[in-house]
Nanobody
Framework: QVQLVESGGGSVQAGGSLRLSCAAS????????MGWYRQAPGKQRELVAA???????NYADSVKGRFTISRDNAKNTVYLQMNRLKPEDTAVYYC????????????WGQGTQVTVSS
């Protein structure tokens, strides 16, 4: 059984920083892409940032220059460093990973709330 466990969400004032972590556990052969998505109330889930197993990254335009995604392949963990947070960054943030056990499947974390007050 594979699980993605997120941590690091919380409440912060505008301009502040938070760091999200997501650790994959279970019987894992390999992990391909990992990423962070977010969903604000009344809105669709959207990609925030993604990172390949080789370290190539991709960001939503709205977070470029403020957020940094990274991963530790030895720990099966992905991070999202969020700086200069804005109220519009308020959402539930979900970790996502393409994990190969026998074949590749897509897994989601349970979500962690990030609230940015003005």
């Amino acid at each position: 059984q594979v699980q993605l466990v997120e941590s690091g969400g919380g409440s912060v004032q505008a301009g502040g920083s938070l760091r999200l972590s997501c650790a994959a556990s279970g019987t894992i052969f390999s992990i391909n892409d990992m990423g962070w998505y977010r969903q604000a109330p009344g809105k669709q889930r959207e990609l925030v940032a993604a990172i390949t197993s080789g370290g190539s990254t991709n960001y939503a335009d709205s977070v470029k220059g403020r957020f940094t995604i990274s991963r530790d392949n030895a720990k099966n963990t992905v991070y999202l460093q969020m700086n200069r947070l804005k109220p519009e960054d308020t959402a539930v943030y979900y970790c996502n990973a393409e994990i190969k056990i026998v074949r590749v499947k897509n897994y989601w974390g349970q979500g962690t709330q990030v609230t940015v007050s003005s």
